[in-house]
């Protein structure tokens, strides 16, 4: 069973943050500048990597913002594009890896099947999982001896995956699994809780949290956002190519807040304290 204590925990964690980026959800381009209230606690770890598909490319915007909202001394490297799975990533991981320190490394792939170093497996297959195990395990292998805890973000249902797929979480499961067998190199982060219905089930619209734009429907009475795309995969509740979305996208941000929520929760080393920090 999926724990659903994650959702209470984000929408906590996201009316807290909305006080400090509210004014900035509606143009995800702006730009942020907290008020100055003196040091704080270190919430983040201060160099994060995020490499994934379109679902966090499309979160990217609010991501940034989330992360800079209590602490602008982190430094965010984002490497997601659309359509993209783990292994089109592990040649600039290793790359990566050799010149630049994290301290969390965030992987966020929902399944995708499509480029060539996929090798035209077909979805859903033993071969599929086996092919995105060998490829998490390797991310993992890169990232883990240069210090940095490994985050497994887990993507929401999609529409037809809900219609047609009864087992369609079994690579969140997966992510979850091998995240158990060494939890103190690698968590899994269930990100796609945030914007699924009652018992996981695929969602069109969620209420509206408190401090957010509110731009979608009434449903049963209630204030809501357009949490998912048309296509039922992405979050933009506009039509527009899927890497991008020009409007305020409550599904990207809600997804955001769960990665970053996943970023505070995790075990790894102690916060830096106010006193020192390098102001």
Not at 14 to 25: D, E, I, K, T, W
Not at 69 to 96: F, V
Not at 145 to 164: D, I, N, Y
Request: charged share 15%; hydrophobic share 40%; aromatic share 10%.
């Amino acid at each position: 069973m999926r724990a659903r204590s994650l959702v209470l925990a984000t929408m906590v964690f996201v009316v807290v943050v909305l006080a400090a980026c509210s004014n900035q959800l509606t143009t995800p381009g702006a730009g942020h500048s907290p008020s100055a209230v003196g040091p704080i606690p270190r919430l983040y770890p201060a160099r994060v990597a995020v490499y994934g598909d379109s679902l966090s490319q499309q979160a990217q915007p609010y991501f940034k913002r989330l992360m800079a909202a209590e602490d602008t001394s982190n430094t965010t490297y984002y490497s997601s594009h659309g359509g993209t799975a783990l292994c089109d990533w592990l040649g600039r991981m290793r790359t990566m890896a050799k010149t630049t320190h994290f301290e969390a490394v965030m992987l966020e792939f929902s399944g995708n099947a499509l480029t060539r170093c996929m090798a035209k497996v077909r979805y859903y297959t033993p071969a599929y999982y086996a092919k995105y195990r060998a490829d998490t395990m390797a991310a993992i292998g890169i990232w883990v001896p240069t210090g940095a805890h490994v985050f497994l973000v887990g993507a929401p249902v999609t529409r037809k995956q809900q219609e047609s797929v009864p087992d369609w979480d079994a690579l969140n499961r997966q992510y979850a699994q091998i995240a158990a067998a060494d939890p103190l190199h690698v968590t899994f982060v269930d990100a796609g809780l945030a914007v699924e219905g009652p018992g996981g089930t695929y969602t069109r619209t969620l209420p509206c949290y408190i401090g957010e734009p509110c731009t979608g429907p009434v449903v049963d009475g209630v204030r809501s956002n357009i949490v998912r795309s048309a296509d039922g995969v992405h979050f933009c509740p506009v039509a527009e190519v899927r890497e991008s979305c020009r409007a305020y996208a409550a599904g990207a941000f809600r997804f955001a807040a769960a990665m970053v929520h996943g970023l505070v929760t995790a075990p790894g080393p102690a916060p830096a304290s106010p006193q020192g920090s390098a102001g």
